[in-house]
């Protein structure tokens, strides 16, 4: 069977992470600028691990409205764009939006006979979702997919962030956490050292032993 061109070029296992980015107007300005700026370290770091560059699966989707900003590439492909805040936070209708793209991905991969890590979705907002956007039952959706083993979901709130329902959304054993100011830089350093240490295990594994978080806290 002839694959799809990405598979046969590169055959590698892959590692797939959602990056859910807040791209509504409360994020105009400095945490905008600092959220672009991290992107590229992220790709910068990653870029440093040979095998992680070729196994890393990035899909980046904003919501200020939901928009696959960029659909899943190797690292080695990404070419971080800059993202420009708008826009309402719906979130609910993101989470689904991603869990569905996930889903997808995840057919391409068996169907061209590709291995996988378990995905990571991650999200990073500064406010909460519209009040009538649907988060609860996407809520639901995605800790019935975390019991499953079928992705590891983690939540990062930005000042001004509701954390209450952030806590509600985000598994009971991996509570959401406050980024430290806007350093986004070393929380996209974090996730690269993640990725790698995740690309070179084996597929199927445990959960790998994460670096210590330094970029943010536990909100109590």
Known sequence: MIGQPEFVENPENRCPVILLVDTSSSMTGAPMEALNS????????????????????????????????????????????????????????ALSYALDLLENRKTTYRNNGIQYYRPWVFLITDGAPNTD?????????????????????????????????????????????????????????????????VSSSTVGGDMVALPPVGWGQIAT
Not at 39 to 52: C, G, I, S, Y
Not at 134 to 163: C, H, I, T, Y
Not at 179 to 190: A, I, K, P, V
Request: zero cysteines.
């Open 38 to 93: 991290g992107l590229e370290a992220f790709k910068e770091a990653v870029l440093q691990d040979e095998q992680a560059a070729l196994r890393v699966d990035v899909a980046i989707v904003g919501f200020g409205p939901v928009e696959l900003v960029q659909d899943f590439v190797t690292i080695d492909q990404f070419m971080p764009m800059q993202l420009e805040a708008h826009g309402l936070t719906p979130m609910g209708e």
């Open 133 to 197: 956007s649907p988060w609860q039952q996407a809520a639901e959706r995605l800790k019935n997919a975390e019991a499953q083993r079928k992705l590891s979901f983690f939540a990062v709130g930005v000042q001004g962030a509701d954390m209450s329902i952030l806590n509600q959304i985000a598994p009971p054993e991996r509570p959401p956490l406050m980024l430290h100011g806007l350093d986004f830089r070393s929380m996209f350093l974090w996730l690269s050292d993640s990725m790698v240490r």
